[in-house]
Structure formats: C-alpha cells, structure tokens
C-alpha cells in the first residue's frame, strides 16, 4: 500500500523499535554515558558510523524514512525533544500504528529506528539541543559513493506525517 493511501494512525508501540534509559555516571570530572555495546544491541543495528547534530529550540527535523538504514538516536541534553514514529511498513504487525516519545536532559534515552520507520524529531526545550546518532549504515554507502538512503516526507507540503 502506498504512504499517500494511509489517512488514520493509531497510537501505540511499534514493532522493532527499541528504547532504553542511558544512564550517566558522574564524579568530580563530569560524567560518562554508554550510549550503546555490541553485547547489548541486535546485530541488525550496530553502528557503522556515528554523528552528531544540534537542533535549534523549536525547530522540527523530518519527517523522513530510509529504505535500508536503522537509526540509534541518543537524546543526552541539554534540551528535551519530542520523536514521533510512524509505521509505514505495509507487513508489519503494527502498520499504521505513531508512537511518540520525550526524551533528553530530563529522560535520557536512547531509541533504535528501524528502517521503513517514518520519523521525526523536534526540539521543544529552550537551549539548542544535542542529538547523537549511531545509524547501522554510511551515509552515502562507501566513500560516499551511493545515493542517500533517506525518503524527505518534509518536502511533501500534503504530507500525512506530521508532528502537531
């Protein structure tokens, strides 16, 4: 079924996604945070390369979707952010289904976005906020010689994906 056909999601999990706290452990220096460990994370998504990007107070990222990329998103601070998910996966269990999620300063977490999963985050704190992804794919493939895994629902003014 094509995305333009889906008019109604329901609230709900979503199959395959992962969340977890992330704990930070301080002392006299700072802290330290293990944002994830190959023992702890399927193989299907460990990282292959890692990024990090900072997102104004009030401003949206996405939506979007890749076809073969998961995305290990890692909300530390110093802002909150709002993630919304939505299944658009025609055989998946929970097609159809927006999960929402906040996470950062005040719940740190750190969520795993299958591929096929469309989504988007916004920065709903006052500061500029961090965001650390930990994707299982290079972006562009090999020395940046493949086109970008990335379908930009953002660029669709009909889009169905929205975060209000």
Same mark, same amino acid.
């Given at each position: 079924?094509?995305?333009?056909?889906?008019?109604?999601?329901?609230?709900?999990?979503?199959?395959?996604?992962?969340?977890? *706290?992330?704990?930070?452990?301080? #002392?006299?220096? *700072?802290?330290?945070?293990?944002? &994830?460990?190959? #023992?702890?994370?399927?193989?299907?998504? $460990? /990282?292959?390369?890692?990024?990090?990007?900072?997102?104004?107070?009030?401003?949206?990222?996405?939506?979007?979707?890749?076809?073969?990329?998961?995305?290990?998103?890692? &909300?530390?601070?110093?802002?909150?952010?709002?993630?919304?998910?939505? %299944?658009?996966?025609?055989?998946?269990?929970?097609?159809?289904?927006?999960?929402?999620?906040?996470?950062?300063?005040? #719940?740190?977490?750190?969520?795993?976005? /299958?591929?096929?999963?469309? $989504?988007?985050?916004?920065?709903? *704190?006052?500061? %500029? *906020?961090?965001?650390?992804?930990?994707?299982?794919?290079?972006?562009?493939?090999?020395?940046?010689?493949?086109?970008?895994?990335?379908?930009?629902?953002?660029?669709?003014? %009909?889009?169905?994906?929205?975060?209000?």
């Amino acid at each position: 079924m094509n995305s333009a056909a889906i008019t109604t999601f329901i609230p709900g999990e979503i199959e395959g996604v992962v969340v977890y *706290g992330l704990k930070k452990f301080s #002392d006299d220096r *700072g802290w330290l945070c293990e944002l &994830f460990r190959h #023992d702890e994370l399927d193989r299907e998504f $460990h /990282p292959a390369m890692a990024y990090i990007s900072f997102t104004n107070p009030g401003v949206t990222r996405g939506p979007h979707e890749h076809v073969g990329q998961a995305d290990l998103f890692c &909300f530390l601070g110093p802002s909150d952010f709002h993630l919304r998910m939505w %299944d658009n996966r025609p055989g998946s269990s929970t097609f159809r289904r927006v999960m929402d999620i906040r996470a950062g300063v005040s #719940d740190p977490k750190a969520i795993v976005v /299958p591929k096929g999963i469309v $989504h988007a985050y916004q920065n709903y *704190g006052e500061v %500029d *906020g961090m965001v650390v992804n930990c994707p299982n794919r290079l972006y562009m493939g090999e020395n940046r010689s493949e086109p970008v895994d990335e379908i930009r629902h953002e660029d669709d003014p %009909d889009t169905l994906f929205l975060m209000d």
